[in-house]
């Protein structure tokens, strides 16, 4: 049994193929990341929403961006993703081609175009669509739109057809592990195989070259001064790849611990460790605000006797459901105290009468 499953730790002397932990493993860095940024975002905006509150609004199209010059500065210099080049693992064209390609030499345009946009434009579009498939069920569930609405059938087709996409999407990626795992197909994911590339490791020839191309300065003077803006936004834009990566490099080990400390399974060893008594309420709150109504059964937006009285969680003002749905779906933040503020954060109330 030992030596039928010794290939899936080990490679063979004459194998370039990194083992399937290796792949695994690179492809959860950057899985484990987002998670821990978007925390720390969270954090910034709760303690000064007037400051930070934009980063947590705009987060996802924030962290594409800065990913695509993470992954473009490094597909340009050793082709190869960030936390590919993490592992010492470096990007080829398919092909027969017995003499592999110097990491330092850069992917073909076209493999290099293809793995850009399947590195940062697929786990965008993904959690895009997680974050609205996860709305739907919130609307559905509250019945937002009428029950005849046309809008309603069409999405409750849409979340009933949502589970059966994303198991044959889950499960493409398993069956190409499987194959990998047992020699059969030269990519662990489908999405090397979309964009022409396999992994391979790292040469003793690659880090020579990859140390040579990063010490050398180029001494070819600008022939003009066009030539020489191109060349100082290309350094410009290589410059913050290069924090971006640096940055990335020395924290990771500290990201993945944040992302294991806000697990689920430790959430109840962090609520033992952190529980705090009851903070005082908001100090920037102007009581004198005309927002707030004199009649507490009245609902500070709609100006109106409450109907399905609904808590902040995040505040502990009390609303109208729709009221309070429409406004944190819209702002993203409490009406009265601004504090930042999710779907997930309303309380529906039942009083004794009900």
């Known amino acids: 049994m030992a030596e039928l499953g010794a290939h899936i730790t080990a490679a063979s002397a004459g194998d370039d193929r990194p083992s399937i932990f290796e792949a695994v493993a690179q492809d959860s860095l950057m899985a484990a990341v987002k998670p821990a940024l978007q925390h720390l975002v969270k954090v910034l905006a709760e303690s000064n929403p007037g400051r930070y509150g934009f980063l947590w609004q705009w987060f996802d199209?924030?962290?594409?961006?800065?990913?695509?010059?993470?992954?473009?500065?490094?597909?340009?210099?050793?082709?190869?993703?960030?936390?590919e080049n993490f592992y010492s693992l470096k990007r080829i064209p398919m092909g027969n081609c017995r003499q592999q390609p110097l990491a330092a030499a850069g992917l073909p345009k076209r493999q290099h175009w293809k793995s850009l946009l399947l590195l940062v434009l697929v786990p965008y579009l993904k959690g895009k669509l997680e974050k609205l498939v996860s709305t739907l069920r919130e609307e559905d569930e509250y019945s937002i739109h009428p029950p005849s609405s046309s809008w309603k059938r069409f999405y409750r087709a849409f979340l009933a057809a949502y589970p059966f996409v994303n198991m044959t999407w889950e499960g493409w990626f398993l069956i190409q592990q499987l194959c990998y795992i047992l020699g059969k197909a030269q990519h662990h994911s489908p999405m090397l195989r979309l964009a022409g590339v396999r992994l391979v490791r790292l040469t003793a020839e690659d880090i020579l070259a990859l140390e040579k191309k990063l010490g050398g300065a180029s001494s070819h003077p600008a022939p003009s001064i066009k030539t020489r803006v191109?060349?100082?936004?290309?350094?410009?834009?290589?410059?913050?790849?290069?924090?971006?990566?640096?940055?990335?490099?020395?924290?990771?080990?500290?990201?993945?611990?944040l992302d294991w400390w806000y697990s689920s399974e430790n959430q109840e060893t962090i609520k033992s460790l952190t529980a705090l008594p009851t903070?005082?309420?908001?100090?920037?709150?102007?009581?004198s605000s005309t927002l707030l109504p004199k009649l507490k059964t009245v609902c500070p937006l709609c100006h109106k006797t409450r109907v399905n009285a609904t808590a902040l969680s995040t505040s502990g003002f009390?609303?109208?459901?729709?009221?309070?749905?429409?406004?944190?779906?819209?702002?993203?933040?409490?009406?009265?105290?601004?504090?930042?503020?999710?779907l997930q954060h309303l309380v529906k109330l039942y009083s004794p009468e009900s």
């Not at 199209?61 to 936390?83: G, K, T």
């Not at 903070?279 to 009581?287: A, F, G, K, Q, S």
């Not at 009221?323 to 009406?335: I, L, W």
Request: glycine residues 4%; charged residues 10%.
């Open 61 to 83: 199209e924030i962290y594409v961006l800065l990913d695509v010059l993470l992954q473009q500065h490094y597909l340009a210099r050793c082709s190869a993703s960030f936390s």
């Open 279 to 287: 903070p005082p309420p908001p100090v920037h709150l102007d009581h």
């Open 230 to 257: 191109q060349s100082a936004v290309r350094k410009a834009l290589g410059t913050i790849a290069f924090s971006l990566s640096t940055g990335l490099s020395v924290s990771v080990f500290f990201l993945q611990f």
């Open 318 to 342: 009390v609303f109208c459901y729709r009221c309070a749905y429409s406004y944190v779906k819209a702002h993203q933040r409490c009406p009265i105290t601004g504090y930042a503020t999710e």
